[in-house]
């Protein structure tokens, strides 16, 4: 089904469909929902105390729509210390900076920073830390800005070298 970019999404009216038990019994809630995440590697439970989902008030079967996938990434986020969407998104406003020029600076694709702010994809720890590292030091986004940070590990070595002699 192909629509216009002027027409707007129908969305089925409550009662719905419920796919487990096959009664029109699905209705919008508010409800404790546990999940687990699979993050680096790892499978991590995540709770959501107040969840807004459809749920079937026959079964009780929830099944998270997009919203509440949302909040469940959200409430992961969170729970992990990682930066939010909105924090990342805030930051990157308050230094005026559009999402083009961040993920050239942080040498990631522009479409990843964009995940990362619409809650599309969990930024790994590593980017997480420089997002943070580059939102809390002036001179850290100098020196990203001017691409001289390859600068950086030779300097460092050349120290360290001489130190050691």
């Known amino acids: 089904m192909h629509m216009s970019k002027n027409e707007i999404p129908k969305i089925k009216p409550f009662?719905?469909?419920?796919?487990?038990?096959?009664?029109?019994?699905?209705?919008?809630?508010?409800?404790?929902?546990?999940?687990?995440?699979?993050?680096?590697?790892k499978i991590y439970p995540v709770?959501?105390?107040?969840?807004?989902?459809?749920?079937?008030?026959?079964?009780?079967?929830?099944?998270?729509d997009l919203d509440?996938?949302?909040?469940?990434?959200?409430?992961?986020l969170r729970q992990m210390n990682l930066l939010t969407p909105d924090e990342i998104r805030s930051r990157?406003?308050?230094?005026?900076?559009?999402?083009?020029?961040?993920?050239?600076?942080?040498?990631?694709?522009?479409?990843?920073?964009?995940r990362w702010e619409t809650a599309g994809q969990i930024q790994q720890r590593s980017l997480d830390n420089l997002l943070r590292i580059f939102f809390a030091f002036p001179e850290v986004r100098r020196k990203l800005m001017?691409?001289?940070?390859?600068?950086?590990?030779?300097?460092a070595d050349k120290e360290l070298v001489g130190a050691s002699a």
């Open 15 to 41: 009662p719905r469909l419920c796919p487990s038990c096959r009664e029109r019994a699905v209705y919008p809630t508010v409800a404790r929902y546990a999940t687990k995440i699979a993050y680096e590697g």
């Open 47 to 64: 709770v959501v105390k107040r969840l807004k989902t459809p749920r079937c008030r026959r079964c009780q079967y929830i099944f998270p």
């Open 68 to 76: 509440a996938h949302d909040q469940i990434t959200i409430e992961f």
């Open 92 to 114: 990157r406003e308050a230094l005026n900076l559009t999402q083009k020029q961040l993920a050239s600076y942080l040498g990631i694709a522009e479409a990843t920073l964009s």
């Open 146 to 155: 001017k691409k001289q940070v390859a600068k950086l590990g030779l300097v």
